[in-house]
């Protein structure tokens, strides 16, 4: 008899079978979750050894942590399979790889091997930037919570995130460590460096809209031709992830805070009278 008879039948065995589906269905999300956070604990190691390698190497692995971390929600609303503790396993993956593992990376690639100076305190320079990169794991943790309890932003549906996405901001940090490769000794450079750290961290704890593009329906059938613009894309990012990584990331800040911008100075019609 067939698993198909078996099942319109109702016999046990089709039972056990389809509750053991069930199972592994549920652990595919929180497999990819776990492959997250493994990424963003070899990322802290690499770092924390400060060779050129190793920082390259980390920077990648959270790279590696956000495509992850893009799966596990994608698999888990695909598969119907989405439940509070896998949000909260999310959540505390998501601090460790993109709220500790980018702020070790960038007190480390930016701050550690600045020379000395005579005419400023590095040690000054130091500890600033320790409070910089705790500045931005609050952060994290900040937009983490507040879209644990808030969700998307009122009134775009799943359209638009409050504030930067946690992967984002790691990605512009990693991205500018992928590009630039040498970390800095310039202690000027690693003043820009922290305003850069700053800015992502307070645009986490802010309100301003970012596009999510979970509206884009990618469990469904799409034009043939989105074929040629996906390749040329995987293409550019194997042989020129350096650039094309960092254009992509800034580019996605970029215009959130420039579309916010708009939506400010934009006049507004004046209320009709009652």
Known sequence: MSSFEQHELGFPGSRRANAKLR??????????????????????????KGELADLDSAAKAIGFAIVFDSF???????????SEFGKQFDSLAD???????????????GVRNILQSETIDIRR???????????FAVCCAWRLARFNIQGMAPGGGSKYFIGLPCPAAAGLLVATVHAIKTPIEDWRWSIVWMIVITIAAALMAST??????????????????????????????????????????SCY????????LVRILRPHPPSQPA
Request: glycine share 8%; with cysteine.
């Open 208 to 249: 301003v809209r970012f596009r999510s593009f979970k509206d884009i329906p990618m469990a469904r059938r799409q034009p043939s031709v989105l074929i040629v613009p996906m390749a040329v894309l995987v293409f550019l990012v194997f042989f020129y992830s350096e650039v094309v990584l960092m254009v992509i990331a």
């Open 72 to 82: 596990d929600g994608f698999v888990a609303r695909a598969t119907g399979t989405t």
């Open 253 to 260: 800040v970029a215009i959130g805070v420039i579309l916010h």
């Open 95 to 109: 601090m460790v790889s993109f709220g500790i593992a980018p702020a070790v990376l960038a007190f480390t690639w």
């Open 125 to 135: 320079i130091h500890q600033i930037g320790w409070w910089v990169g705790l500045a």
């Open 23 to 48: 199972r592994g269905i549920y652990l595919l999300p929180s497999m990819m979750t776990v492959a997250n956070l493994v990424c963003g604990f070899y990322a802290i190691m690499s770092a924390v």
